[in-house]
């Protein structure tokens, strides 16, 4: 009998520990560090994709791309072959120190654009940068309820004029929803509406919405910021598309970027005046106006 649980105990062991251990060893498998647009990285990016890199990075608007040059040092990449949908891992933990991981020769091609996820994971970097990288529960700087009310008042106004439009030019506005250049607007609209209002670019409910079927609030900050991080590199339809879809959103956005800025540190979020009350009202005016009979498709 003791021979029997010692041999159960060892299969536990082996299949806890090992597909960890392989894990962490896949991830850090390339250990060769460069030095792209100054982001230490571990791996080797592809030629004509750093060239890419580099052209959004000219293009891209002049205060997100002087952020972008303030944090990049503290940014990482901890992985250029990562075969899973990418992610920033904003603090470390075992296995998984923190950086980005991503997977660059689909990012090359990628639907949304080359780079797309590059600018975007890195957005989140920034993100944590500038309150300190902090561990679990800590902030970051786009934990503000001035950029989620600002986003639900937006919504509320998308929402409304969709209301009013007729079968056809409702049926045009999705059809513009999967458009490339349009998803982030797919994205944050299907955060907003449970997916009931997307285009070809979307999370799943279960990323967006805690238990109780509230949206979480700081996962939408967080999103939005990353998105908005990445059209301001060098994304200019998108970009377009952010500025007029979202406004407000985007004018709080603004103001957060310049916080960064090098002679600002980081003003924005140790001033900020917003209210959970203004947030919780912009939210509930939104929910009622897209529960009111649905979106009508």
Request: hydrophobic residues 35%.
């Amino acid at each position: 009998m003791k021979k029997f649980l010692s041999i159960i105990l060892t299969l536990i062991i082996s299949i806890a520990v090992i597909p960890a251990y392989a894990f962490a060893n896949a991830q850090n498998s390339q250990s060769q560090w460069n030095n792209y647009l100054g982001v230490p990285t571990n791996g080797v990016l592809d030629d004509e994709y750093v060239e890419i890199l580099k052209q959004r990075y000219k293009n891209a608007d002049p205060i997100a791309r002087r952020v972008f040059d303030r944090f990049a040092p503290q940014l990482k990449i901890q992985n250029t072959n990562y075969p899973f949908p990418p992610f920033s891992q904003r603090f470390n933990e075992p296995y998984r120190p923190r950086g980005v991981y991503y997977n660059a020769a689909y990012d090359k091609t990628n639907p949304s654009g080359s780079g797309q996820a590059f600018y975007h994971e890195l957005g989140h970097g920034v993100d944590a940068a500038a309150t300190g990288n902090g561990g679990p529960g800590s902030k970051v700087l786009s934990n503000t309820t001035r950029l989620s009310t600002a986003m639900y008042k937006d919504a509320l106004r998308i929402v409304n004029a969709f209301k009013n439009l007729n079968f056809i030019k409702k049926y045009y506005f999705i059809y513009g929803l999967y458009d490339k250049s349009a998803y982030i607007v797919s994205d944050l609209l299907g955060a907003m509406t449970g997916n009931k209002l997307t285009g070809q670019a979307y999370h799943p409910n279960e990323y967006w919405y805690n238990n109780d079927g509230r949206i979480d609030h700081d996962t939408l900050n967080m999103e939005t910021f990353a998105n908005f991080f990445e059209a301001s590199m060098g994304n200019p339809k998108s970009l377009s598309l952010v500025k007029n879809f979202f406004p407000s959103a985007f004018e709080a956005f603004s103001k957060m970027l310049k916080s960064l800025l090098p002679d600002r540190n980081c003003t924005f979020f140790k001033k900020d005046p917003s209210k959970a009350e203004d947030k919780d009202k912009a939210f509930s005016d939104f929910i009622k106006a897209f529960t009111d009979k649905g979106p009508e498709l």
